[in-house]
T-cell receptor
């Protein structure tokens, strides 16, 4: 079962920052937070992941609260091509049984408007 | 990121026939591969996990004799849907993971199966 809660949908204006929240209040110290997105009729695309520190890459930033019970994915300058379903997934760190499993919830359908 | 390919990208078959879907990791060795199924307007559901050279581990409710998985090499896994029926029509997606510090999974583009 998915261990995360996300809003079902969000809208954002093109060029603005898109902030996607995720609640993972039952996360354990051995679990990472991963973000993937799925554009219509394609396979999921890896975006970013983190354990407890904030992370940034060329696609997005990940802000994890100090208690690790929630996180926010930030797309700094959203474009129309960022319209997709965004999945926040909690997953065990390598070395734990079943560590590699990704359990997908319903995600957030993000629509970028022109 | 790493690249995973799937073949075919779409297939239409008659009820009762078998269909094989290939999943390849193109620029990394996937010690573990995963197969997912996604019905319209639903999320991805994990079907099975396969490790190179060993039997696949199926999720509860997935028939292992109907969905045959072979992971013969570090770059290739196949899913065969045997005696396909219309209810097997779905979007099948594979992913590959390599051992490592982050062990990130990378997904293929998916295969759309339509059973008539």
């Amino acid at each position: 079962d998915a261990k995360t809660t996300q809003p079902p949908s969000m809208d954002c204006a093109e060029g603005r920052a898109a902030n996607l929240p995720c609640n993972h209040s039952t996360i354990s110290g051995n679990e990472y937070v991963y973000w993937y997105r799925q554009i219509h009729s394609q396979g999921p695309q890896y975006i970013i992941h983190g354990l407890k520190n904030n992370e940034t890459n060329e696609m997005a930033s990940l802000i994890i609260t100090e208690d690790r019970k929630s996180s926010t994915l930030i797309l700094p300058h959203a474009t129309l091509r960022d319209t997709a379903v965004y999945y926040c997934i909690v997953r065990y760190r390598p070395g734990f049984q079943g560590a590699q499993k990704l359990v997908f919830g319903q995600g957030t359908r993000l629509t970028i408007n022109p | 990121g790493a690249v995973v390919s799937q073949h075919p990208s779409w297939v239409i078959c008659k009820s009762g026939t078998s269909v094989k879907i290939e999943c390849r990791s193109l620029d990394f060795q996937a010690t573990t591969m995963f197969w997912y199924r996604q019905f319209p307007k639903q999320s991805l559901m994990l079907m099975a996990t396969s490790n190179e050279g060993s039997k696949a581990t199926y999720e509860q409710g997935v028939e292992k004799d109907k969905f045959l998985i072979n992971h013969a090499s570090l770059t290739l896994s196949t899913l065969t849907v045997t005696s396909a029926h219309p209810e097997d029509s779905s979007f099948y997606i594979c992913s590959g993971g390599s051992s490592g510090a982050s062990d990130t999974q990378y997904f293929g583009p998916g295969t759309r199966l339509t059973v008539l």
